[in-house]
């Protein structure tokens, strides 16, 4: 229930966030884009191939094997992480677009509250997967086909493709934060469930909470304010009130 409720939190502050972007300036929105960094691993058996992404491009940063002597590949990710500065960025599996599903249904709009569990029940009516054998994820699409519905992009890979490159990324040290599709803008999607998240806490997840927790703030001080000043008002008007029946009550 706790992973549960930890991917329920996570994708609606995702989805917040992403909403509150929208409302900031385009050379805001730009520059943040610009500043994140990210490892991308990209699944090419029998080998990983290693990129830094930065400023929205991509500079490759090797091969690694995969079957091959973790601990001599470790030092030599370590090296490249420490060449390319990525120490402590966000780590994302990239699964190749022939080795995914993605495909385009339709839900109804109250599933907009838990997707994630909405559309694990309709997989096998929209695939020829069940849950347990694949990673998913879906994005609510903008507008509205019909009243009461809305349509999403669902991203589907199997685990026997994608559970090879994940240990591989483990053994080497590498915690993966997000598996997403190629060709995807990174933080489309994450197709990978809260259970399988690192249990650390990165720099960019502590900064995605800390500024969820301030557009909470902030919504919390607009829906109140107004309440404030009306008790505000009501209180000076109880002043006066007071005052004028004293007043009264002297003469």
């Known amino acids: 229930r706790m992973a549960e409720l930890t991917d329920i939190l996570r994708r609606f502050f995702s ?5 509150l972007s929208q409302l900031a300036p ?8 610009r500043g994140r960094s990210a490892l991308l691993v990209t699944l090419a058996p029998p080998a990983l191939k290693l990129a830094a992404y930065r400023g929205g ?6 091969e690694v094997l995969i079957g091959a002597e973790p601990r001599a590949e470790r030092s030599r990710i370590k090296a490249m992480l420490a060449s390319a500065g990525l120490g402590g960025a966000e780590v994302a599996l990239v699964v190749a677009r022939e080795l995914a599903l993605r495909k385009v249904i339709e839900l109804p709009a109250a599933a907009t509250e838990n997707l994630r569990e909405v559309i694990s029940f309709e997989l096998d009516r929209h695939t020829p997967f069940q849950p347990a054998d694949v990673y ?27 559970e090879p490159g994940l240990a591989t990324l483990r053994s080497l040290g590498l915690s993966p934060d997000r598996l997403c599709v190629a060709g995807e803008p990174l933080a489309a999607m994450n197709l990978l469930p809260a259970s ?20 909470v703030s902030l919504l919390l001080a607009s829906a109140y304010l107004p309440l404030w000043r009306m008790q505000d008002q009501l209180g000076m008007v109880e002043d006066q009130a007071v005052t004028v029946l004293q007043s009264d009550r002297l003469r």
């Not at 385009?26 to 884009?33: C, E, G, K, P």
């Not at 249990?199 to 557009?215: E, H, I, M, P, Y």
């Open 15 to 19: 989805w917040w966030l992403g909403e």
């Open 196 to 215: 399988e998240l690192p249990s650390g806490t990165s720099l960019s997840r502590r900064l995605s909470f800390g500024l969820a927790l301030v557009a």
């Open 136 to 162: 998913f994820d879906g994005r609510i699409r903008p507008g509205q086909p019909r009243p009461g519905r809305i349509e999403v992009d669902l991203a589907v890979a199997p685990r026997s493709a994608v």
């Open 26 to 33: 385009a050379r805001l929105r730009a520059a943040v884009a």
């Open 57 to 62: 491009e991509l500079r490759p940063l090797g």
